[in-house]
């Protein structure tokens, strides 16, 4: 095993990399900078595993510019849309993510900003920070009450189940749209209620999460039209990927409050972020921290390092996804 070589695109939680260090002949990142282009492709004509981070595109030309020994590609995240699919199937080149360790985190943080959007807590925190808070005032800051409002979820899988536990805690009302409904004790133990039509479900809902995965079909399924099927009190809330938005018509509801605020972790083109966002008030921004602890990012990472055992010792990939 120490002769598989393995290059690391970013850094990793020091347990993982100190795995990765003792089981095979691993290149980290130790000062966690990006990788010149030239550098990485030359890096890869002498590997047998990458391992990228979402954030970082693995594309056709960067693929054919690989060796012809690198034969896994182990993504450290969920979501496998920086990897062309394609061209790794083509070359015969394994891919692997790290499903199922990330869900309750991301629940969490989805849970967060609908909190933070709802009852206005990020103007709140920056009026304090810049001293305009004036003290305790009747009308002040008066934000939306969660009690008895509808959430809708747009994609109910692991971590928009997460979710709906947690909304219905809060005595929030569920509804979900999927691409399959779930079992009939699923729904009750969650208490959601199935909605086949999406624009349908827009339409009433206070509240609407986004949990879909980024496909073709997703990629900019909340556009204009859907937006502005929304209601001027409601919120959007976006943990998932941030092309599933129509990100520029979500600037313009957000600008002339055709809907009330939004919670955004991901976006369009990150890491760059629209100034336009940024300017506006009635919209909670952060740095897609969804699976951002300790706890989470060290399992995303072990789960990396079983994945290229596997390879390693010639054995089925535990989390392969092509």
Not at 13 to 29: M, Q, Y
Not at 123 to 146: H, M, V
Request: aromatic content about 4%.
């Amino acid at each position: 095993m120490a002769r598989v070589k393995v290059l690391v695109r970013r850094r990793l939680p020091e347990r993982v990399e100190a795995r990765l260090s003792a089981l095979f002949d691993a290149r980290l990142n130790s000062d966690d900078a990006p990788i010149d282009r030239r550098a990485l492709e030359a890096a890869l004509r002498n590997c047998d595993v990458l391992v990228p981070s979402v954030a970082e595109p693995v594309d056709a030309a960067l693929i054919a510019a690989s060796g012809p020994q690198l034969g896994l590609i182990a993504n450290f995240g969920a979501g496998v849309d920086n990897i062309d699919l394609a061209a790794a199937r083509a070359r015969g080149i394994a891919v692997t993510n790290t499903p199922g360790v990330l869900t309750e985190d991301t629940a969490d943080v989805a849970l967060a900003l609908i909190l933070m959007a709802a009852r206005r807590l990020g103007a709140a925190e920056r009026a304090l920070r810049r001293g305009a808070w004036r003290g305790w005032g009747p009308t002040d800051r008066l934000g939306t009450s969660l009690t008895g409002k509808r959430l809708a979820i747009v994609g109910m899988g692991r971590i928009g189940q997460a979710l709906a536990r947690r909304a219905a805690a809060l005595g929030m009302r569920i509804d979900y749209h999927n691409r399959h409904r779930l079992d009939a004790a699923v729904e009750g133990a969650l208490g959601a209620r199935y909605r086949e039509e999406l624009d349908a479900m827009l339409r009433d809902a206070d509240m609407v999460s986004l949990h879909a995965p980024y496909t073709p079909e997703t990629h900019r399924l909340i556009d204009r039209r859907r937006l502005g099927l929304l209601r001027r009190d409601a919120f959007l809330i976006n943990t998932a990927r941030g092309a599933i938005v129509d990100e520029e018509a979500l600037i313009e509801a957000l600008r002339t409050g055709a809907i009330a605020g939004a919670g955004l972790d991901v976006y369009a083109s990150e890491p760059h972020v629209d100034p336009r966002l940024v300017a506006l008030e009635n919209v909670v921004l952060l740095p897609h921290v969804g699976s951002a602890t300790v706890e989470t990012r060290t399992a995303m990472g072990m789960k990396v390092v079983e994945n290229i055992l596997a390879f390693a010792e010639g054995r089925e990939l535990p989390d392969r996804v092509a």
